[in-house]
């Protein structure tokens, strides 16, 4: 890797603009203060959470969004000891305190720091991936990073955080092997769950409505795979589980009527997990006693957990989930509106987008 890198005054970024607008123009570079790095971005996925901001206009513009990055340090402050120019790295842009309230009691995605987002490409810090250079504040500097082993892709590498995030959600609801788990929606997040379950010895049902992602899912440790439309998923889990239904429901994607659907096809006592359950605007409708007396539990997780950065790390870097084949398009920065079009519109084609910001 090189020693230093030649770093231009500005740079090709995406901007939101507002009005569900985002264009891919000129400007200044980040410049990084002593505890602080800047990184080439290389690769960075495109994550629904940034759509959802982008679609709904959920926050005040302008602002530079993505959060999945991986790259190269082009520039250390001069109190920083632990990186140098060259080192291949992923960085997270949310650390939490670990002391406050909600730290102590390991909810990270409701500490005050945790909020504060630490990278960012100029504007109002918000992840700043969609772009050719970011900067890293001093926190996530500490703590909020790790090296890219060789033989890595920086593609792959992106992958860090949100399995970091399913991660959080498996260990939340106390899976073991043996149980069985219904993962609704089988898009890159809906995958990501299945291979982290599968990985642990746990019977995995899957849904979708789109072939090759059911097909796929199979590929990735699920037991059997089913299109909601044309299949009776409750039927089909109690068949599997002597007439109980699922003991673990994780509902991966975001449509009206899934989480009543997850009620439906869990048995008395299971644990169902709302992950893609982040608007405002979306309402549950459910029976009282399907939870009060059904005795389910349901949990909502959100966000990465620090303390399995380096478990999540280890995962995607070691090759043991086959987390490659979830990636469908490449795209330039340049086509990044093609790249939130496809994400939000998927096909029989497509699956994970990474935007390679540097090509």
């Known amino acids: 890797m090189p020693a230093s890198f030649e770093v231009p005054g500005t740079m090709r970024a995406a901007v939101y603009r507002g009005k569900s607008v985002v264009t891919v123009e000129d400007v200044a570079t980040p410049q990084i203060g002593e505890g602080e790095l800047l990184i080439r971005v290389e690769a960075c996925g495109v994550c629904h959470t940034d759509l959802k901001k982008v679609e709904y206009n959920l926050q005040p513009p302008p602002r530079i969004y993505g ?10 402050g001069s109190a920083v000891n632990r990186y140098s120019t060259g080192d291949r790295v992923i960085v997270f842009h949310h650390i939490p305190c670990r002391e406050c309230f909600y730290c102590q009691r390991k909810l990270y995605a409701q500490c005050p720091v945790y909020k504060k987002v630490g990278v960012t490409a100029g504007f109002e810090p918000a992840g700043g991936g969609f772009s ?3 900067r890293v504040m001093d926190w996530i500097v500490r703590d909020g990073m790790e090296r890219i082993p060789d033989g890595v892709s920086f593609e792959q590498a992106s992958f860090v955080e949100p399995l970091n995030t399913c991660l959080k959600a498996v260990h939340t609801s106390g899976a073991v092997r043996g149980e069985v788990a219904l993962v609704i929606g089988q898009g890159p997040i809906g995958l990501l769950f299945t291979m982290l379950l599968a990985d642990r010895g746990v019977r995995v049902i899957t849904s979708d409505t789109i072939a090759s992602r059911l097909a796929l899912s199979l590929q990735c440790g699920a037991e059997a795979s089913f299109n909601p439309r044309s299949s009776d998923i409750a039927s089909e ?51 009282g006693a399907s939870v009060c007396v059904g005795e389910r539990t349901l949990f909502g997780s959100y966000s990465a957990s620090v303390d399995l950065q380096k478990e999540s790390a280890a995962l995607v870097f070691g090759n043991r989930l086959p987390i490659a084949r979830l990636i469908s398009h490449r795209m330039p920065l340049a086509r990044i509106n093609e790249a939130f079009h496809l994400a939000t519109h998927p096909t029989e084609e497509s699956l994970k987008v990474i935007v390679e910001c540097n090509k």
């Open 132 to 134: 050719q250079y970011v």
């Open 67 to 76: 959060h999945e990055t991986a790259g190269v340090v082009a520039q250390v």
């Open 237 to 287: 889990l109690k068949s599997r589980t002597e007439g109980r239904g699922a003991d673990l429901v994780f509902v991966a994607t975001a449509a009206t009527g899934l989480v009543e659907q997850a009620v439906v096809v869990s048995r008395p006592g299971a644990k169902i997990c709302l992950f893609a359950q982040t608007s405002d605007k979306e309402r549950i409708e459910l029976s």
